[in-house]
C-alpha cells in the first residue's frame, strides 16, 4: 500500500487484527500486488490498483480477479543421482525457467506441478560435469 506521494505505507493497521482489512486515514492510496504463484494462476485485473478514501465513501473493496490455469504434475527420472550442485529445469516457450524440485525420498526424481503448455528439460551439471 503506497500513499498519494507514492511513498510505501511503513506501518499497517488491520481491522479487527485480520490481514484483509485495512483501517486507513482518508486520502488517495495504490495497492499493488506483488507475489502471486504465476506458474499455476493468471491475473485478469490489474496488478496495481490506485482509490481514494473520502468522508462521503470511507469504505473501498480492492480484489485482485485471478484464474487456475490448467496444470500438471511433471516428473523426470534419472537413472543415477546428479552430481551436487546441479539444477533441472523447465524452460518456457517465453525463455522463463521453472526449477523443479529433487524428491525427497527418490533422489533421483525431480519434479513440480505446472501449467499446462510445453517445455524444453534444461539440466544443469555442476562444474566439471558433462
Do not use: C, W
Amino acid at each position: 500500500v503506497r500513499d498519494a506521494t507514492g511513498k510505501p505505507i511503513e506501518t499497517l493497521d488491520y481491522f479487527n487484527h485480520s490481514s484483509n482489512s485495512l483501517i486507513l486515514p482518508f486520502g488517495q492510496y495504490t495497492v499493488e500486488l506483488l507475489t502471486y504463484d504465476t506458474n499455476l494462476i493468471e491475473l485478469q485485473s490489474d496488478k496495481v490498483v490506485s482509490f481514494t478514501l473520502t468522508e462521503h465513501n470511507p469504505f473501498k473493496h480492492i480484489a485482485f480477479a485471478m484464474a487456475k490455469m490448467d496444470s500438471s504434475q511433471v516428473t523426470v527420472h534419472f537413472d543415477r543421482l546428479l552430481p551436487e550442485g546441479s539444477q533441472v529445469s523447465l524452460k518456457t516457450l517465453q525463455g522463463h525457467l521453472i526449477p523443479l524440485n529433487q524428491s525427497l525420498y527418490v533422489p533421483k526424481a525431480y519434479g513440480k506441478t505446472v501449467r499446462d503448455g510445453s517445455y524444453q528439460l534444461v539440466v544443469t551439471l555442476s562444474k566439471g560435469y558433462r
